[in-house]
């Protein structure tokens, strides 16, 4: 693995069904992120971990939620989809210092919820 | 309130400069991101202000004024690559970034 890496790609889902997105990183960074980008808007912010064993919940956090139970996954889970979940997902990882606040994604995750 | 201000669509030719502008609100700063985001690819990051000032890095620049919560970034001697979309991200006193809805630069023969 070289820096972050999502699972899967793309994903087709009915509404009304769990999923599980899956974000691994390797630089041992402390911070991660999971955002929604959605065509006109900004990247926002669902769910955020500042470090192993703790999250937090960021902008748009209801339908989703997250676990922190090493430094290397950050999985974010929908429990039951709906369609204005539908969006493009990006997880990132930092350091927690100066300019190591610099975010690096993921390749994204394509979602749609019908 | 937070609030990031970013034109939503430029046009520029190449070989030429251009200049992004981003106006910002928002609780704390701990510094000003510029991240380059091709369609259908992840954002990258370009560059990171935490002073007032210019700093340069290659063909991009990026500026920062913190009293009138603007900054920009540069971009000269356009190249067909350049075309995409560029976003503002300002971190908060939560260390959290708020990013502005990104400036697609369309980049002309």
């Known amino acids: 693995i070289a820096g972050i890496t999502q699972a899967p790609t793309s994903q087709i889902l009915a509404a009304g069904r769990r999923m599980t997105l899956r974000c691994t990183q390797d630089m041992r960074h402390n911070a991660m992120y999971w955002y929604r980008q959605d065509l006109g808007l900004g990247l926002r912010l669902i769910h955020y971990?500042?470090?192993?064993?703790?999250?937090g919940k960021g902008e748009v956090p209801d339908g989703y939620s997250v676990s922190r139970a090493n430094t290397d996954d950050f999985p974010l889970t929908l429990a039951s989809a709906v369609p204005s979940q539908t969006s493009v997902y990006f997880c990132a990882s930092s350091g927690t210092s100066g300019s190591s606040h610099e975010q690096f994604f993921g390749p994204g995750t394509r979602l749609t919820v019908l | 309130g937070q609030n990031i201000d970013q034109p939503t669509e430029m046009t520029a030719t190449e070989g030429a400069i251009v200049q992004i502008n981003c106006t910002y609100q928002?609780?704390?700063?701990?510094?000003l991101f510029w991240y380059q985001q091709h369609a259908g690819e992840a954002p990258t990051f370009l560059s990171y202000?935490?002073l007032d000032g210019l700093e340069e890095k290659g063909r991009f620049s990026s500026f920062l004024s913190r009293s009138k919560g603007y900054s920009y970034l540069l971009l000269k001697e356009l190249q067909m690559k350049d075309s995409a979309s560029y976003l503002c991200?300002?971190?908060?006193?939560?260390?959290?970034?708020?990013w502005g809805a990104g400036t697609k630069l369309i980049i002309k023969p």
């Open positions: 971990s500042n470090t192993a064993g703790t999250t």
């Open positions: 991200a300002n971190m908060d006193s939560n260390y959290q970034l708020i």
């Open positions: 202000n935490v």
């Open positions: 928002t609780s704390g700063f701990n510094g």
